[in-house]
Structures are given as structure tokens and as C-alpha cells.
């Protein structure tokens, strides 16, 4: 059993700053990879940002220059600096992550999501 606990989503203006964050947790033995999707209204889930757990970080275009994924390891824990935002940014943003179990079984799971929403 695992648990993706994300935080952080909310209501900003234009321009603004948000802070993601999602924790891992439970039977896990290895986690190679931690990202972050987003979904919104009308359309389909797409990617946003994602860092191995050797360190190299990958952006969506959309958001490459402003946003920003860090994974502390000792925590299990992935957050994405969102700055700058644009009210095309206002989406579902969903936690996910890649990992091995202790029986060497492959996993990709997905956080419940948080809302967020760039109006003024």
C-alpha cells in the first residue's frame, strides 16, 4: 500500500507563486522517478515536470524557465516551484510516481490531485 499526500494547490493572482508538494509513502522499496501532470478543464492530463532519482529534471515546455522540480530523497518528497503563473496554468495538478516494491514489482501511481487556479 501506498500514499501520495500532495499540498500546496490554491487560488493566486496572475503572476504569482505557488509551491507544490507530494509525499510518499508506504511499501515502497525504490523510487526512480517523481513528477507532476496537470489537467485542465476541457483537456486531456498532461505533463508538466518530472526529476530521476539520479537528479536530471525534465519541463514541459509550457513551463520550462518558470517552474521548478526538486525531490528531497530522504523524505520521499517531490514539490514544484511554480512561478510566474498564467491563468492557461489553472488545472488539476496530479502527483505522480514511479517505484519497485520489495518483491521487484514495477509501480505507477497517482496522487488524488490538487487544484490549482490562477485568476484575478
Known amino acids: 500500500q501506498v500514499q501520495l499526500v500532495e499540498s500546496g494547490g490554491g487560488l493566486v493572482q496572475p503572476g504569482g507563486s505557488l509551491r507544490l508538494s507530494c509525499a510518499a509513502s508506504?511499501?515502497?522499496?525504490?523510487?526512480?522517478?517523481m513528477g507532476w501532470f496537470r489537467r485542465a478543464p476541457g483537456k486531456q492530463r498532461e505533463f508538466v515536470a518530472r526529476?530521476?532519482?539520479?537528479?536530471?529534471?525534465n519541463y514541459a515546455d509550457s513551463v520550462t524557465g518558470r517552474f521548478t522540480i526538486s525531490w528531497d530523497n530522504a523524505k520521499n518528497t517531490v514539490s514544484l516551484e511554480m512561478n510566474s503563473l498564467k491563468p492557461e496554468d489553472t488545472a488539476v495538478y496530479y502527483c505522480?510516481?514511479?517505484?519497485?516494491?520489495?518483491?521487484?514489482?514495477?509501480?505507477?501511481?497517482w496522487g488524488q490531485g490538487t487544484q490549482v487556479t490562477v485568476s484575478s
Open positions: 505522480n510516481v514511479q517505484y519497485d516494491d520489495y518483491n521487484g514489482d514495477e509501480y505507477d501511481y
Open positions: 508506504g511499501s515502497i522499496f525504490s523510487i526512480y522517478n
Open positions: 526529476v530521476t532519482s539520479g537528479g536530471v529534471t
